[in-house]
């Protein structure tokens, strides 16, 4: 497979299906009509059979995974033995989805599209995989699960089975870049697959269940960020089957007049389809669906010829299908009284106990029998010739599309050096630089050099998180309405830079980005990364399937850049203070899962280039915004980021060959400051305390070796940190994680960790880390308490540290500002002629 | 004031107006009606003198907060040291919201509304401060910033300021219910303020940034879920000032029609207004926002009739409006050659460097001037009459609305005895039940005891977690579509379920009905709560704040029922296991979180009475849905949960008065019951050793008593835990929380955790337990390679242990379900008649 399938001729999403009647372009109708459910039928006869014929066949895989262990094509009489002894899996929204892939094979072939198929229900493992069984991909990948009555027998047993398959899409499942287990992100990810595809046509379809989600129900509103010629189409397909796990759904219970129009609000044109109940004869409902797939697809095809030529200017009302079926559709009608198909008991396994009620038995092989099997597959158990024929070929098959294997596609970045970024640091603190400011830099020419695979995503935080340069060769991608003013807002139609106020919206799209062969940053606030917590963990979880699944290639890291952070929230309050995505991230598998926290515009460059090379991981990089002193020349950052932890020989005070009395550690750009500032005020005052500074930029380093495969050996621990001097350590988030860290280590119980303890609330830079007593002062009281002896000996320098932090605090209350001693603070001693704080805060 | 505000007449919401001209309700109006603008004045000239007074000093007094640290009311000229010295806040917004707050008290005087209004935009913090302080609640609450010049100097001065208050709406706001730091939760908690409220109209201000987001974009459906009699009203207030920090807002850049057909998709009938810009003068604006109001407010007077008399049978289309007004509308239209009025730059600060350029002081000035202040207030500094008599009286002012301060209203809930619903355990693991279905049916007596005031809410869970019961007494409040099919679906137009696929709407409901001094429980997916990280952060930050706030009275604590937990996902696979909501939870402030592992019935039901009787917490409790053993009687149960840990005496094989040779712990249902399996071999294989069995349910206890309340002094752990032999603990989640609790304890270095590793996939139940190396064998082998000598003692054992394991593993493999030997398996050997394992998995 080649890296080129988004290097297709753009005739791809043009309609060439052999009965075409496609408009010339010059009579495009106009972008904005809503189009009923189409009348005329478009299949022959032959046609209808295939597509009805591989419906069933798809329909009767599902049902099998979810009961058979054995017996799969019923050449004996249904027995005990050959069901599950648990049953598990979810039937209700399968036969949905393989009537929805069945259809799009059909329009794959005729139009020879480049397609990949999202499944947003819940738990619809059963169809995909009956997909691409029947797409033959199953077998090419699987060996064991060939096309005979044994691999369709293993094909059964795996699924929802001790060593087997999830019941919904998973990274196990060829051609998805979607996990169906947690519920509404199946919009955003299509999108991000179709930004910067621009031939690709992403089919996803959305469950009524999961369109109740919030990320679902803002993921609609992408239509405005994607530009209709540089970027493929995606084709929303909302399945109404009406309930949830045990509820009806919200968008199947308002009228239908409502729903049209809340897709038109969306933006979107409507299409209906809507079948299967009451008995209705499937073979209507293909000849409906197969209609109006043809007349969405003309109409896509249409809006990317008028995109293509420039006669394309407003944002089109791209087509969308609401596809009504009943749930569960072509389960028994009634079961022990209740009814089954088309009702919430269809959800997960419709005959709970086929296996121990003999009624139940004969009603699961009646069942399995309406699909009649022997019409569908050989006697060697393979499908019959029409219903293999209805694949598309290689790649074009859903189920083996490249896109959805985005390593396949990955290709490294043109990567900038980064060291032609530096700041020039002539000794430690001797100038100041906005950290995320510098990496924008640096960021502007990687999108430069890569202008078709790599884009940053914020929640309309760039700008604020100091990233701004970008705009220089790029803008904020966006196609609702321009206003006049919006010449100095980085606005373009298409552009590198995806920003809307939505943390879901930018993780989901990343992800779809990701999955499908591209790179990407998400910057955010610290504090509100917490929203997409969860998406986190699923995206950590596919990535530690997808490590262990051969045919699955390495993709580009998920990289966060978090500003803004806990430290610097001057007027935002306590709202917007919390350091726990850190925490979050690391109950994660330690094969996945990085964070880095680089404390000035060096470290930041150098971390940040070795996250951009990096595959398979998640980087969380937490970074300052704000002016702040640079510390280490770039050949000091690069070494120092290269170990991720490291000795600050120029700001200790050890004497050669000697252990010190105490040892100052650091992770974090406030924490490195005021470590800093305590230590310039002890080697001042207390000249003969022997005093080291160690700091931390990768704080996996400070696991055990066997936790995480960067942690350092016990040895190198103990080298750093001694195993028996007291250790004050000041961090940038809460303090019990670098307990956690370092728990097994030797000198872990003269560990004492500063950080934050959620205090925090309308303050000063210095007045908050006071609040958390994480600053110099209290830093240098920690080391006169800790040090045997010091503190008796020093009293009153002590008394001294404690009356700074009162006049410190007093100040602020006082002139709504830091002291000068602390705003002006440099390494070394003497005033700095710019102040390290600024007035302003966050721009949020 | 009193607790019966939400007993007022029904009349509240009906147009008592003195021009009232509402039509008999026997002529209502078809209630789909889209209203345009209203075209008529319904302002004399005085009203509308009063008005735009009101809003010119709201307006001022919100410039000040953000620039003045002195000369409040311009009596001298402006000079650099008025200005504070580090220039934060918003401005951006405030004018809007002070526009509609302005217009909401017009409205409240003439109707005798309940209202309390929730500032959904973000740092819209000034002017809900400038609201209360016009309404005179400010001064009432805090008496030094009263009514005078050097009042307001005090309001301006804390604003931002260190020590003072943040820049949005917070808990220090009087009739706040809704904090403006983390966006998308406004409607959320509008309409959980609304149920049960009948008489309360909650104005929902909707930032066009906000709507954004996922929560917010979901939350519109919220009309689905209101009954249009028994709750009250909520009118949302889609306020497009088109800019978010540094962005075009989606919805302001769609077309008006796309606009309006997206409201009317979510249900609701859009009323717009539109106006400010090119300079028009707001008095004009004032006019059609009045008309328009009053349009609006017979509406909802008019359908709350028909709902009153029965007349209205199907689901209104609440009124919603649209206000389009300049974003930083009155502020100085350029500044520096660039737009700030109508332009993203007025979002923050409009005037940054006010203090340090002389020609921006006299353009502050001039602003400030703008409002002309010596027209606003008398010499004292009181607002004039005219301004002053704008407000509401008493309770009717929403800065003094009881309901936004929920703690006066709230009472505590009847709740029936929970021994009374104890399970019979006549030994330990005797009998088998369902944990949280015994829980339901508690839950439904609490709920046919408090019909008013307390709510269940979950995403579409509440039967899957087996709480069914609660459908005996009351259904699943639904105003969407009925079908005949129905009959079985538990659905009511009013009930006390909340059940909508939205862990994001399940909880804003949640807390907006608990911040108005109501009761609920919201029960979640163990995994899935995740998506509400975020949000229980900010709630957890509110009540932090609120409980150091005086005249904020204690509210019902936030409960949370986890089931579906991480080790029972059988067929769901990897993608519904996550432990980690407990390690998110405590990383707040120790006197806010609160987290219990109940393992049984009897122990749930304790543990819950508990909750439901605590204010100001945020309870979590994980406990399990499936047949599991019990293990203690309710007298135990209640004595244990008292203890929230202690020693399982029927289970250890001590010595009286000696030390155990080992200890297992355990926490939740599943490591309990595998250490009670293990400690069942141990007694039977090695009689002789001395092993203690504590168990854990109050997970708090294991901290040190300086740092959570609920903490064990070190003498009372030690007695449990020993201070130097092994300790093999079993626990719920990720291990290394165990670890973090613990590190302080004299024993920890001995302390071994078994608990979740991110290992699972799809499975059975013992093959879990087996993969996190949890299971019984595995706790054994434990055993014997802590005990010093014991496994070369008994290396045959061992091997038979870790030969057990294989066995069972494999077992699993061939036969899809778990060994006999440990699905039959009960407390003192001997199978048991049922099996504790089921077929099924979880619902969903």
């Known amino acids: 497979m080649s890296e080129t399938s988004n290097e297709l001729p753009a005739t791809v999403l043009s309609n060439t299906k052999p009965q075409a009647d496609a408009k010339p372009q010059a009579e495009t109708k106009p972008l904005s009509d809503t189009k009923p459910q189409a009348e005329t039928n478009p299949l022959s006869e032959e046609e209808l059979d295939q597509l009805d014929a591989w419906w069933r066949a798809a329909n009767y895989l599902s049902v099998?995974?979810?009961?058979?262990?054995?017996?799969?094509?019923?050449?004996?009489?249904?027995?005990?033995?050959?069901?599950?002894?648990?049953?598990?899996?979810?039937?209700?929204?399968?036969?949905?989805?393989?009537?929805?892939?069945?259809?799009?094979?059909?329009?794959?072939?005729?139009?020879?599209?480049?397609?990949?198929?999202?499944?947003?229900?819940?738990?619809?493992?059963?169809?995909?995989?009956?997909?691409?069984?029947?797409?033959?991909?199953?077998?090419?990948?699987?060996?064991?699960?060939?096309?005979?009555?044994?691999?369709?027998?293993?094909?059964?047993?795996?699924?929802?089975?001790?060593?087997?398959?999830?019941?919904?899409?998973?990274?196990?499942?060829?051609?998805s870049i979607h996990e169906g287990g947690e519920l509404g992100y199946a919009l955003s990810h299509a999108y991000g697959a179709a930004f910067d595809n621009p031939n690709l046509l992403v089919a996803a379809v959305v469950g009524d269940g999961e369109a109740e989600t919030g990320p679902l129900a803002t993921a609609w509103h992408s239509n405005k960020f994607l530009n209709p010629k540089t970027d493929g189409v995606v084709l929303p397909i909302l399945h109404l089957n009406g309930y949830k796990?045990?509820?009806?759904?919200?968008?199947?219970?308002?009228?239908?007049?409502?729903?049209?129009?809340?897709?038109?609000?969306?933006?979107?044109?409507?299409?209906?389809?809507?079948?299967?109940?009451?008995?209705?004869?499937?073979?209507?409902?293909?000849?409906?669906?197969?209609?109006?797939?043809?007349?969405?697809?003309?109409?896509?095809?249409?809006?990317?010829?008028?995109?293509?030529?420039?006669?394309?200017?407003?944002?089109?009302?791209?087509?969308?299908?609401?596809?009504?079926?009943?749930?569960?559709?072509?389960?028994?009608?009634?079961?022990?009284?209740?009814?089954?198909?088309?009702?919430?008991?269809?959800?997960?396994?419709?005959?709970?106990?086929?296996?121990?009620t003999e009624a139940h038995t004969r009603l699961l092989e009646s069942w399995l029998q309406s699909y009649r099997p022997q019409e569908l597959f050989e006697e060697s158990g393979a499908p019959v010739p029409l219903i293999a024929s209805h694949a598309p070929e290689g790649d074009r098959r859903m189920s083996a599309n490249p896109v959805a294997n985005g390593g396949l596609l990955r290709r490294d970045l043109r990567l900038p050096d980064f060291r032609d970024y530096a700041v020039e640091v002539p000794a430690p603190g001797e100038t100041v630089a906005e950290a995320t400011r510098v990496l924008g830099g640096w960021l502007r020419d990687v999108m430069a050099e890569n202008p078709h695979d790599f884009r940053l995503f914020g929640p309309d935080e760039t700008a604020s998180n100091r990233l701004q340069d970008v705009y220089e060769v790029t803008g904020k991608q966006w196609n609702a309405e321009y206003w006049p003013i919006d010449s100095d807002n980085h606005l373009a139609p298409s552009g590198r830079v995806m920003e809307v106020l939505s943390e879901h919206q930018c993780q989901g799209w990343l992800e779809g980005y990701l999955l499908t062969g591209r790179h990407g940053v998400l910057n955010s606030y610290e504090a509100f990364i917490h929203i997409v917590d969860s998406m986190f963990n699923q995206h950590a979880k596919w990535l530690k399937s997808a490590r262990d699944i051969p045919w699955r290639?390495?993709?580009?890291?998920?990289?966060?850049?978090?500003?803004?952070?806990?430290?610097?929230?001057?007027?935002?309050?306590?709202?917007?203070?919390?350091?726990?995505?850190?925490?979050?991230?690391?109950?994660?598998?330690?094969?996945?899962?990085?964070?880095?926290?680089?404390?000035?515009?060096?470290?930041?460059?150098?971390?940040?280039?070795?996250?951009l090379r990096s595959v398979d991981y998640v980087n969380v990089v937490v970074a300052g915004k704000q002016p702040s002193p640079n510390w280490l020349s770039m050949p000091d950052a690069i070494a120092h980021c290269t170990r991720g932890i490291g000795v600050f020989?120029?700001?200790?005070?050890?004497?050669?060959?000697?252990?010190?009395?105490?040892?100052?550690g650091c992770a974090g750009d406030i924490p490195t400051l005021e470590v800093l500032a305590a230590a310039d005020i002890l080697r001042r005052r207390l000249p003969d305390l022997a005093v080291r500074v160690v700091n931390v930029v990768d704080l996996m380093r400070l696991q055990s070796e066997g936790e995480h495969p960067h942690g350092l050996n016990d040895r190198e621990y103990d080298a750093l940190f001694t195993t028996d001097k007291p250790v004050i350590f000041a961090y940038h988030?809460?303090?019990?994680?670098?307990?956690?860290?370092?728990?097994?280590?030797?000198?872990?119980?003269?560990?004492?960790?500063?950080?934050?303890?959620?205090?925090?609330?309308?303050?000063?830079?210095?007045?908050?880390?006071?609040?958390n007593d994480l600053d110099r002062y209290h830093l240098v009281i920690d080391v006169l308490d800790r040090v045997p002896g010091l503190a008796a000996r020093e009293a009153a320098f002590r008394q001294e540290m404690v009356d700074a932090r009162l006049h410190a605090r007093q100040y602020t209350r006082d002139h709504g500002e830091d002291i000068p001693e602390v705003a002006e603070w440099r390494w070394g001693g003497g005033a700095r002629s710019t102040r390290i704080d600024t007035t302003g805060g966050d721009n949020d």
């Not at 799009?104 to 059963?126: C, E, K, M, S, Y």
């Open 64 to 175: 099998g995974q979810i009961y058979l262990l054995d017996n799969p094509l019923l050449r004996r009489p249904l027995s005990r033995d050959d069901i599950k002894p648990r049953l598990l899996g979810h039937w209700g929204t399968t036969p949905g989805l393989n009537f929805v892939y069945a259809h799009l094979n059909r329009a794959i072939r005729q139009r020879d599209l480049d397609t990949i198929f999202v499944a947003g229900p819940g738990h619809g493992g059963p169809g995909v995989v009956a997909g691409a069984y029947l797409d033959g991909t199953y077998s090419e990948i699987y060996s064991g699960i060939d096309r005979t009555v044994d691999g369709m027998r293993k094909l059964f047993r795996q699924f929802s089975f001790p060593g087997g398959i999830p019941s919904h899409a998973a990274p196990e499942t060829p051609g």
């Open 245 to 356: 796990i045990a509820n009806p759904t919200v968008l199947a219970r308002i009228p239908e007049s409502e729903l049209l129009e809340l897709m038109r609000g969306y933006g979107y044109t409507p299409y209906l389809v809507s079948g299967g109940f009451d008995g209705e004869d499937p073979r209507e409902v293909h000849k409906r669906m197969a209609a109006t797939l043809d007349e969405i697809l003309d109409r896509i095809a249409e809006i990317k010829a008028a995109a293509e030529s420039g006669d394309l200017v407003d944002r089109p009302a791209w087509p969308m299908l609401i596809l009504r079926t009943p749930k569960g559709w072509t389960c028994p009608k009634e079961i022990d009284g209740h009814p089954a198909e088309n009702n919430w008991r269809s959800h997960q396994v419709p005959l709970a106990d086929a296996r121990d």
């Open 553 to 611: 290639r390495p993709v580009a890291s998920l990289n966060y850049l978090l500003s803004s952070h806990v430290w610097r929230q001057d007027h935002n309050g306590a709202s917007h203070q919390d350091p726990g995505f850190i925490d979050h991230v690391m109950n994660k598998k330690a094969d996945i899962v990085r964070v880095y926290l680089p404390f000035d515009a060096n470290t930041l460059l150098s971390t940040y280039d070795h996250c």
């Open 649 to 664: 020989d120029w700001a200790g005070t050890e004497r050669d060959g000697e252990e010190p009395d105490v040892v100052l």
């Open 733 to 771: 988030g809460y303090p019990w994680l670098i307990h956690r860290l370092t728990y097994r280590r030797a000198g872990h119980d003269n560990l004492h960790v500063r950080g934050y303890k959620e205090e925090g609330t309308t303050t000063t830079p210095f007045d908050m880390v006071m609040l």
